[in-house]
C-alpha cells in the first residue's frame, strides 16, 4: 500500500471507519497493517483507491467538507475504512490542479476486524453499476458546493457522448458542439512531470509555454480550443441575456403607451358632450370663428350678378380699360372724356353681361312684343291658308 501522507502539499489526511469498528481503526499504520494480515494470498488486492478532483473554485473548508462527505458515503454503502490525503497543486504544475487520494480496504471492517470481501465492486455485473454511482454522487456534491459560492460552472460525470445526447434532447445545440470531442488523453506520471517543468521553466523566463512532449502538446491544444469554445459560448450568453433584457425593456415601453392611450380613449368616451363642443371643436380645426353664423346663404340672381361683375372689372382692368358695369342692363366703355363709343362688335363676354344684366321687366316687354308679332304671323298665315270663299 503507498503511503501518500509522505508525498509534499499534503493539505489534509483523515480516517473514517464504520461506527463498531475497533479503536485501532484510527491509527493509520496499524490499520494497514491489519488489511494486509487479512489476506492469505500472496496476489491477493489489500486496497482499492478513488482518486478525487477538487474544484479550484471554492475554498479549502468547501473541499475539505465535499470530500469527507464522499468518504462517509463510502463507509455507509460497502463498510469498509477509508484513508483521506487532500493534496495541493504542485508548485511548478497546474494550480488549480486540487485533488485528493481515498484509499478504502477491500474487506468489510466490523467489531472484530476485516471480515468478507466487497465483491459487489469486484463484480462484472455489478462492479460498473456502482462506480457511475458514486461518480454521480461525486458531482452531485462538487455541483452543490460550487452554487454555495456563487459559481455558475458545473459538473457532469456522464460521458461525453451521454452528455452530447442530453444536450440535442434538450435543444442546445451549441453544448452539442463542443461536446462532439474525443475524450482528453492522460498523460501519464512521466509526461505529466516533463510538462510541469516545461511549464514552470516558461513561466520564469516570462515567455509562452509550449509542450515538450507529443501526448503533452495533443492535451494543450484541446485545452487551448475548449477554453476559446467557453468564452465565446459566455460572449454569446451575455448578448442573449442583454437583448432579452432590451426587449423586455421595449415591451414595457409599449405596454405603457398602449395602457395611456387607452385610458384616454376610455376618458373621453365617457366624457359626456353636447353639439356646442362638437361644433367648437370643427370650427377651431377649419379657422371659423363661433360667432359667424352658420346658416348657408342663398346664392340668388344678384350674387351671380355681383361676381360676373368682379371678374368683369377684373379684366377690363387687365386690358387697361375703365369698365362701369351698371345694373339697368347697359354698359359703357369710358376711354377718356370727349371719346365716342367704340362701334366694333360685342365680344361674347359683352352680350352675356347684357343678357345677365337686363331687368325683369324689359325682358316681359320684350317677350309680349315677340308673342304680338307671332300672334300677327300666325293670323296671315290662316288668312292665306283659307283662299276665297262663299258667304251665305
Known sequence: VHDYTRKQGIEETFILAPKDAPDWATDRSRLWNEVEASETRRNSVTAREWELALPSEISAEDRSQITRDFAQALVSRYGVAVDVAIHAPHREGDQRNHHAHVLTSTRKLEADGFTTKTRVLDSAK??????????????????????????????????????????????????????????????????NSMERRAKAMAERQGREYKPVTERGAVVHAARQARAAFREMRARLELARETYGIEREAGQGRVSAGLAALRAATAKDRDRDRNPDDFRDRLARVVGRSRDQDDTPKPEGRNYARERLKQIMEKDAGRDGQAAVHKLDGHSEYDLGEGTERDARKPSVNERLKDVLNKPREKLEIEDEREKERDDDENENTRDRDRGEGHSL
Open 126 to 191: 455489478t462492479g460498473g453499476v456502482e462506480i457511475e454511482q458514486m461518480r454521480g454522487l461525486w458531482a452531485e456534491l462538487q455541483n452543490r458546493a460550487l452554487e454555495r459560492a456563487g459559481e455558475v460552472e458545473r459538473v457532469d460525470h456522464r460521458s461525453l457522448e451521454a452528455q452530447r445526447e442530453a444536450a440535442l434532447e434538450r435543444g442546445d445545440q451549441l453544448s452539442a458542439e463542443e461536446l462532439d470531442r474525443d475524450p482528453e488523453l492522460k498523460l501519464g506520471p512521466a509526461a
